[in-house]
């Protein structure tokens, strides 16, 4: 089911026209300037078999986008980006309501907490006309642009560091080996390596195009990112902060999300430009197979021990797959979950959904949804 153009907030992201990079300039502004929240979604989730809706939990006023979740499942908390207000919410999973809201942070995108750590990073790439003209300039390389990396400690909720981010900073992932996060910046052509221990910036990785969502794969102990304009899959070896390959994928148009099985090095890609997803032999480095997805897909989750992919779509869709053989992924179906439902996160021990929905009925909420398994 399409969502109405009138109830969706353009993303760069979404622009699929390889235009000129000084007409990027103008989308920027257009994108990263103050936003305010379109329509109202009045829609309910059609969630067929496969799911039940827990309920719609308030999240505060409606906003123009939500973007990134990750939760922490020791200490019950969700964190979510509220990027239309530039705050960073954090979710009490056992109570049910917010607990703080954390302003400062200027479109907020990419958020990742590490328990192991006490720590939660937030990508910032700022607003208004001053940050959409340092994205324009960034995209034609006369700009190392001011987005930045905000680190937050998870006990007391404080801010403890902030680093330069580049031009458009969005997904994170951690290595836990090296203890180094990674940062994709985007629209900055680069992923940006972060001293987790130190709390300072290591070292800025170039990449070939565009750079979706970041993710490390603990059985290759690499780091993995789509490269959005090249239709590749890059491979960064942590040890030396480089990249050493590019995985070529065939089939796919404009490759942004990423998920990858734990423990057997099995990658999955969404292309949003041709609604598929690539299963990737990440030890191979080679195409294993394909599948069709929900409409515009964008953030993908994997429930480790019910061994369920999802891959949560712009459209509002979300495609369920079965991973049991992670190399085969069978399709179970796909579900409206509800208007700009793009980013969902899952919690390894209720085994349920959150989906942070930018605007409902004139409020931001936090739409739950329970998997219904048969045993």
Avoid at 271 to 280: E, P, R, S
Avoid at 281 to 309: F, K, N, Y
Avoid at 337 to 342: F, I, N, R, T, Y
Wanted: aromatic letters at 6%; charged letters at 20%.
């Amino acid at each position: 089911m399409e969502t109405p153009l009138s109830n969706r907030r353009i993303g760069l992201r979404h622009l699929k026209v390889r235009a000129p990079a000084i007409l990027w300039l103008a989308v920027a502004l257009a994108v990263l300037s103050p936003a305010i929240a379109l329509g109202t979604s009045e829609q309910r989730p059609s969630l067929g078999a496969l799911f039940t809706l827990v309920g719609d939990f308030p999240l505060g006023a409606a906003t123009s986008r939500t973007d990134y979740q990750s939760i922490d499942a020791q200490a019950r908390r969700l964190y979510i980006a509220k990027m239309g207000e530039g705050k960073l919410l954090v979710y009490d999973l056992a109570q049910g309501r917010v607990l703080r809201e954390i302003a400062g942070l200027p479109k907020v995108t990419g958020v990742l907490v590490v328990p192991s750590l006490h720590r939660v990073y937030a990508s910032a790439p700022g607003s208004g006309i001053a940050a959409s003209i340092r994205v324009g300039l960034g995209m034609l390389g006369l700009s190392s642009g001011k987005g930045a990396v905000a680190i937050f400690d998870s006990e007391t909720l404080n801010e403890v560091g902030r680093i330069s981010g580049g031009v458009f900073p969005d997904g994170i992932a951690y290595d836990p080996l090296a203890q180094r996060i990674f940062v994709s910046d985007e629209l900055g052509s680069a992923v940006l390596v972060i001293d987790a221990r130190g709390s300072r910036l290591l070292a800025r990785i170039e990449m070939p195009g565009e750079v979706g969502n970041v993710q490390y794969d603990l059985r290759t102990a690499k780091v993995f990112a789509p490269v959005q304009t090249r239709n590749t899959l890059a491979m960064i070896d942590p040890a030396k902060n480089a990249l050493v390959a590019q995985i070529p994928l065939a089939g796919c148009d404009h490759p942004h999300g990423l998920a990858i099985a734990p423990g057997v090095a099995i990658g999955y890609v969404a292309c949003d430009g041709n609604d598929v997803l690539i299963v990737v032999d990440l030890e191979a480095r080679r195409i294993i197979g394909s599948q069709p997805i929900a409409h515009d897909p964008d953030v993908l989750t994997v429930d480790p021990d019910l061994r369920r992919l999802y891959v949560a779509s712009e459209s509002g869709n979300m495609s369920t797959f079965d991973i049991t053989n992670a190399a085969l992924p069978v399709a179970l179906g796909n579900v409206f979950v509800g208007d700009d439902a793009h980013a969902v996160a899952v919690d390894p021990s209720s085994h349920r959904l959150y989906f942070a929905l930018a605007n409902v009925n004139g409020k931001a909420v936090l739409r739950v949804l329970a998997p219904r398994v048969s045993h």
